[in-house]
């Protein structure tokens, strides 16, 4: 009967523990967790264990830069003194061959600034068609073709204002194909105004006289995302033919200028699609070469010459082809890595976060000042209470009863006074502000006498008569036989040391004097709200406590008991 | 001879330690003091002597509905209410249980009481006679119970009772109170604000880390198996910094992306803005400050029981007494001293409040409206902000004061039933 | 023989001390609060500065960003302590400037030429009683920031006027199942957020005739405009950065600098349905707000040092280092010839982001405070205030009344020490 029933008491008490320890711990599960995640992880509901972090391979989100003016060198990935050169040779910076085909690599520029391309691994790049399989590109380029076709589209004269001032600064390209082809798209759908910008296009669309009563039809095409695709244009051409054919003969004219736009275009498009003859045959694959921009060409598909990065784009130089061929092509991009570089990736975060703020110098003035302040502690803290356990003396328990009273005293309290006091001492900034006004904890001193109290008077006694001094005696005898509760109050001090923040915010100025906590909460500021390497940082300024805490606990607890708090 | 040396040696002892104490605590208390009735706006060398009225500033009323006197006669008058019918209802329980001598004055009391109840909580207003006569009523009342001893053994008991009446005599009369007085003021002024935000704290803190905490250290004490592994985990909160244990739930709390609102999904709760919200300030630092300290004072809980003389049970499981009864009638008593131990050091640590607002609120006071502007907050801005030395000494003086007036309640009040030795 | 090797022993003495007496460079110290890459990025710039001048040593002090730095000046204020230069916001330069201890820069060799090739506007933030004693440095402007994707599936264009931006704030929200999952404006309750609207409106805070306009009628249709957006349900605002609520695109529209763009929203500027940023919509004459920082040098440093600031100032507002950090910042280029070189033009044609807007109407822009030594008092009641509207606590006519009041009590409390 009895048996039972105290059975099911322990399941509700193991219940109920397993429910505390969870509390307990996982908050910190997670934080460790969350440290070795990426970026994009952080930030995805809901929530996932692991990460890809820890996988060979991962897929990153890419997009072919389509612009003429993409293909200029940007500026701002200039180092000072390439700027500064740039500057004074008054030249431009054209870092690319008119062949080079840029990747803009989305997401890849970490936040605040700091972050880079993931520099290690093998990029597998695959460049698509518009059918879904690789793209295509032309090698055998028809010359006369392309003449006929620009000599089609130039002689089309009922054109929008717009579109006929494009195909009149075409026409000097006429000599150069490539150029030709790159800034008709450019003008026509990639560049800053281009003519078959969505909401533009269609509002000027639905301007013309006689369109509105199409309203319902057109409409919908301002809604999407990018310019308008050669299948809506196809599908818009329909609608503004069956609108010229019920349209008064003044607006007809206008109509047809917006037609012939499109055809032009179209036209053209036909034309680029059909001079692609070659597919390729799989994807090109490029290797990180370590403190190098430049890429190491794994696989070219026999057409890439050389590739570098700069900032978060991929540059590729091709031989004996032009990259306009692979303008509307998509682009879909995956890393490989091996084990060592899948490890490097691990503790990204880690190597990230220690880099972005001096948390070497934080920690080696967390460790300094922590230790100095255990060790003092436990000699002056020590002495005080043996004072007050063993030795006699006028005053001695009002001075106890004095010293207790400060730990009623919250440190916050006597921050200004305690300010002016170590400033007047030209402390401010130094490690002696760190150190020394925490070398005497009360509470310690408090242990420390409940400890000594429990050590027999005849020891001390027979230990006098053999000829021990009193100092003799503390060290070789009562220390060792309180070192559970010695343990106990140097691991409180040196948490309190490790730990203290405000303290050492208000007493230091400059990085250099600054510890772990003040160092972390400069560096939450600094990198904003994304917490991968928050919860790194996080992590590493705990792991010595931890070990610490880990590697005493034993006789931290026993301590504990010891002290006998009654 | 011997001895005077003797009593040397025993002061060279404490030098080291005393040095630092006079230093950096004494020294400092007393400076504080005097600088707290100084004006340092311009530098500290040039302070100018203003009496008290850096404290007067603290406490500045600015436009108020009514005078702090009549919210104070309001509110005096609401409690020995409360007081004299909670007394009596006490009484009467004590009645039921044996014969009282003071059974006269139970009865006339509180139908004397009734009798005024209603018509003076509805009209009074600064009558002074009535005012009088319920502060008269009030002592004779004590005076009569004071050897009662029911109520005072069951402290919360009686406190929730003149809470409880306390609020329906609220709504029975005027809106006038000591309360919404404060709180008026508070709008206005960021001290009073900041008092009002530190009480709030503590009083969600506290209670709270105490039970969780006692909850750890029973649990810790009686389990057969793992006892050292439970004991590890949960100490493990107390051993990371304040900065990074913030940080850590500054990313659980995050309002899309937290954990803890995925963990409310389950349970079909949508999300909680925890960060953004004025209400939820202090019971968010709150859910921070118990979990890092919970198991630290569990620990401590823990050196408690097992100093508890083991006879104590085995003597009550022969008489029968189950798992409860052995809590109430053994542990309970018996762990009175930790118990208060535990109450003073969580009381004068949760009073201290500022570095988990500080990392969760961006270094703000809260996310709006000082919702989380704590008293050592102020302290703080009023000091390395505004550098106005007086000022923050006045405040840090008066921080101390509640607590040392708080601690001094803890002490009289538990006087008796806790043997206390140092 | 022997004098000779005496000559030459003493000449070989003399020269091994003298070097050291000569190449002593001497020691400039900066505090400034610019971190993560604006910290390197100025660290990149003084480093090559401290190389071309092998006779000057500038030390960069990073004090941690926020109010750090000026917490400590006024601490080194009083102890005596203050640093070579550091950079200061507009009233806390007042206030150092009423102390006397900032070095007036126009009695500085060539400080005319220079402060004529910076925007005048910018100038405003450092002048006192007519004089000026503080430079620009890193001055930000507070923009509309949108997203293209979001506008394009709605068939909108991005704002021009105030009922503009109102309009499609309302059309860009989205609801689903009763619960908004994105709101179409975003704002942090902050002082700067409602003073860069405010501005839009035709608000000021100090009339042309020095008085506290705190409540005037324009600032109050801006708070009015604001806290209405809020209450229907179209706009959002928090204290706290709005990082989550872009990645998780659920604003569409967000009030902010520009100098943001490259610090903590540039995470969400390197995707693909990223972010443009676009002259803030106007009401009235458009007024861009100006933001940030200053540089003083102080009169307690020696007479050399100060020389050596003066230096390293005309080398960090000269056009090439301007280019460079506004490039690396999305700082505004504070010298006007920045405007004119190829490279700057070039970085604006291949930024998609929109960062050509922070020099658009820079003749026209004001400065987000006055220069009041007292104004920080002011600026803490007018932050309260717009939290309290936004929060409904208080009307946008009481909150503004109360900061006024707030504010002429500052007032009157700075004249009265």
């Known amino acids: ?566 | 001879m011997n001895k005077k040396r003797n009593y040397v040696i025993g002061y060279l002892y404490l030098i080291p330690a005393l040095v630092i104490f006079i230093l950096f605590t004494y020294w400092p208390a007393i400076y504080s003091f005097y600088l707290s009735f100084f004006n340092t706006t311009t530098s500290v060398g040039h302070a100018i002597f203003v009496g008290l009225s850096n404290y007067a500033y603290l406490f500045r009323t600015g436009e108020i509905p009514y005078s702090p006197y009549m919210a104070f006669e309001y509110s005096l008058i609401r409690f020995s209410f409360a007081f004299i019918i909670s007394v009596a209802i006490f009484g009467w329980i004590e009645k039921g249980r044996k014969i009282s001598k003071n059974l006269i004055p139970l009865l006339i009391v509180p139908i004397f009481a009734l009798i005024f109840v209603y018509p003076s909580l509805s009209v009074l207003g600064g009558n002074v006679y009535i005012f009088i006569l319920w502060i008269i009523i009030g002592f004779l009342s004590y005076f009569f119970t004071r050897k009662m001893e029911f109520y005072k053994s069951h402290t919360i008991l009686f406190l929730l009772s003149l809470l409880g009446l306390y609020i329906v005599a609220f709504y029975i009369g005027k809106r006038i109170d000591l309360y919404l007085l404060f709180f008026d003021i508070a709008q206005n002024n960021s001290f009073v604000m900041s008092i009002w935000n530190t009480f709030y704290f503590v009083i969600i803190d506290v209670p709270l880390t105490i039970a969780i905490s006692l909850a750890a250290g029973l649990l810790m004490k009686n389990l057969p198996f793992f006892k050292a592994f439970f004991r590890t985990a949960f100490f493990a909160p107390y051993v990371a910094s304040i900065v990074a244990v913030s940080l850590l739930w500054l990313w659980m709390f995050n309002y899309h992306y937290g954990i803890l609102n995925y963990i409310l999904s389950w349970f079909g709760i949508p999300p909680i803005n925890w960060l953004n919200s004025a209400s939820l300030t202090m019971p968010t630092v709150a859910i921070l400050s118990i979990w890092e300290y919970f198991g630290y004072y569990g620990l401590i809980f823990l050196s408690g029981l097992q100093n508890i003389d083991q006879e104590y049970y085995e003597a009550a499981e022969i008489e029968g007494a189950n798992s409860f009864q052995r809590f109430v009638y053994i542990t309970w008593p018996l762990l009175s001293p930790i118990t208060f131990f535990v109450i003073v050091v969580s009381l004068i640590n949760a009073f201290q409040v500022f570095t988990q607002v500080y990392v969760l609120y961006n270094q703000m006071p809260g996310p709006y409206a000082n919702s989380g502007l704590t008293m050592v907050f102020y302290i703080y801005n009023t000091f390395y902000n505004e550098q106005q030395m007086g000022l923050a000494s006045a405040a840090a003086y008066v921080l101390l004061g509640i607590i040392m007036v708080l601690t001094l309640i803890q002490f009289r009040t538990t006087e008796k039933r806790v043997e206390y030795n140092i | ?417």
């Open chain 1, 1 to 566: 009967m009895k048996k039972p029933r105290k059975k099911l008491l322990y399941f509700f008490y193991y219940v109920a523990a397993v429910i505390l320890a969870i509390f307990a711990i996982g908050p910190l599960v997670w934080m460790v967790d969350t440290s070795f995640k990426t970026n994009a992880e952080v930030l995805s509901y809901p929530p996932k264990w692991g990460t890809i972090n820890a996988m060979p391979s991962r897929t990153l989100s890419a997009e072919i830069v389509k612009t003429r003016a993409g293909q200029n060198a940007n500026p701002s990935s200039l180092s000072l003194e390439a700027l500064l050169g740039s500057l004074s040779t008054n030249q431009q910076t054209s870092l690319s061959s008119p062949d080079t085909l840029a990747i803009h690599v989305l997401g890849a520029s970490g936040y605040r600034g700091t972050g880079t391309m993931p520099r290690r691994g093998i990029l597998s790049i695959e460049l698509m068609g518009e059918d879904g399989g690789f793209a295509s590109y032309s090698t055998n380029f028809s010359t006369p073709d392309f003449n006929s076709v620009v000599a089609k589209i130039s002689s089309v004269s009922t054109l929008t204002d717009d579109v006929r001032g494009i195909m009149n600064s075409l026409s000097q390209y006429t000599s150069d194909p490539q150029e030709y082809i790159l800034n008709f798209y450019d003008d026509f759908l990639y560049g800053n105004n281009p003519v078959f910008a969505r909401i533009n296009f269609i509002s000027n669309l639905l301007n013309v006289n006689g369109m509105m009563k199409f309203q319902d039809e057109i409409s919908p095409f301002k809604k999407g995302v990018g310019p308008l695709s050669a299948a809506e244009l196809k599908e818009l051409a329909g609608i503004l033919q069956s609108a010229l054919s019920t349209a008064s003969p003044s607006d007809k004219m206008e109509i047809e200028k917006y037609l012939n736009d499109i055809d032009v275009y179209l036209e053209f498009n036909e034309f680029y699609q059909s001079q692609k003859n070659k597919k390729l045959s799989g994807p090109i694959k490029l290797a990180f070469i370590p403190n190098s921009n430049q890429l190491k060409i794994i696989d070219g598909q026999s057409i890439v010459e050389s590739a570098y990065t700069s900032g978060d784009q991929i540059y590729i130089n091709f031989k004996n082809v032009s990259f306009v061929w692979f303008l509307n092509s998509d682009v879909s991009l995956t890393a490989h890595y091996n084990f060592w570089e899948v490890l490097a990736n691990f503790f990204d975060n880690y190597v990230s976060a220690w880099n972005s703020a001096p948390f070497g110098i934080y920690y080696f003035n967390s460790i300094f000042v922590a230790v100095a302040t255990t060790v003092l502690n436990i000699i002056f803290d020590v002495m005080m209470a043996f004072a007050f356990s063993k030795l006699t003396f006028p005053g001695r328990d009002k001075i106890f009863i004095g010293v207790i009273a400060t730990m009623m005293i919250p440190y916050q309290v006597l921050l200004v006074a305690d300010y002016l006091i170590i400033h007047s001492f030209g402390w401010i900034n130094t490690y002696y502000a760190l150190i020394i006004p925490w070398s005497a904890t009360a509470f310690v001193i408090f242990l420390m006498r409940q400890s000594f109290n429990s050590i027999p008077n005849d020891l001390y006694d027979a230990a006098k008569i053999d000829g021990a001094s009193s100092w003799r005696f503390l060290w070789t005898i009562a220390v060792p036989l309180s070192m559970p509760v010695v343990i106990t109050g140097a691991l409180l001090t040196f948490l309190g040391s490790w730990n203290s923040f405000l303290w050492v915010l208000i007493m230091t100025d400059t990085t250099n004097m600054r510890t772990l906590p003040v160092g972390l909460q400069n560096f939450i500021i600094d990198s904003g709200a994304i917490f991968n390497q928050l919860m790194a940082a996080a992590t590493f300024t705990m792991i010595p406590v931890v070990v610490a805490f880990l590697f005493f606990q034993k006789y931290f607890v026993s301590g504990f008991f010891r002290s006998g708090i009654k």
């Open chain 3, 1 to 417: 023989m022997r004098n000779k090797l005496i000559f030459l022993v003493s000449f070989a003495l003399i020269f091994a001390f003298a070097i050291p007496v000569f190449a002593q460079p001497v020691v400039v110290t900066f505090w400034e609060g610019m971190g993560a890459k604006l910290g390197t990025t100025l660290q990149t710039i003084t480093n090559l500065f401290n190389k071309e001048n092998p006779d000057i040593q500038v030390n960069l002090v990073y004090l941690g960003s926020g109010n750090e730095v000026d917490s400590k000046l006024l601490t080194a204020l009083a102890a005596n302590t203050l640093p070579t230069m550091a950079q200061v916001k507009g009233p806390w330069a007042a206030m150092l400037v009423s102390k006397g201890v900032v070095a007036p820069l126009y009695e500085f060799p060539g400080f005319t030429q220079l402060a004529s090739s910076i925007y005048s506007p910018l100038l405003v933030a450092g002048t006192f009683n007519g004089k000026i004693y503080t430079l620009p440095f890193n001055r930000d402007v507070f923009d509309l920031f949108v997203r293209p994707q979001m506008f394009e599936q709605a068939g909108l264009t991005y704002p021009k006027t105030m009922q503009e931006m109102a309009q499609d704030a309302k059309l860009l929200t989205v609801v689903q199942n009763g619960k908004t999952v994105r709101y179409g404006l975003g704002f942090r309750t902050t002082y700067r957020q409602f003073t860069a609207v405010a501005y839009q409106f035709g608000g000021s805070y100090i009339s042309p005739d020095g008085k506290i306009t705190i409540n005037s009628p324009q600032n109050v249709a801006a708070l009015t405009f604001l806290v209405n957006l809020v209450k229907e349900g179209y706009a959002y605002a928090k204290f706290d950065y709005f990082d989550n609520e872009l990645t998780t695109s659920s604003v569409a529209m967000l009030l902010g600098g520009s100098a943001e763009l490259t610090y903590d929203l540039s995470d969400i500027a390197g995707q693909s349905d990223g972010l443009v940023m676009v002259p803030i919509p106007s009401d009235v004459t458009f007024k861009p707000m100006l933001h940030g920082q200053n540089i003083a040098i102080f009169n307690t440093a020696t007479p050399e040092q100060q020389q050596a600031a003066w230096k390293y100032l005309q080398f960090l507002l000269s056009p090439d280092i301007q280019l460079y950090w506004a490039m690396q910042t999305g700082y505004i280029p504070v010298n006007k010839q920045v405007a004119d070189l190829p490279q700057w033009k070039d970085f604006v044609a291949q930024n998609q982001n929109g960062i050509g807007t922070i020099m658009v109407g820079l003749d026209q822009s004001a400065d987000y405070a006055p220069n009041l030594p007292w104004w920080t008092d002011a600026r803490e009641a007018i932050r309260t205030a717009f939290e309290n509207a936004v929060h409904f606590t208080m009307t946008p006519q009481q909150a503004l009344d109360w900061a006024q009041q707030q504010a002429e009590q500052a007032y009157a409390s700075y004249n009265a020490k």
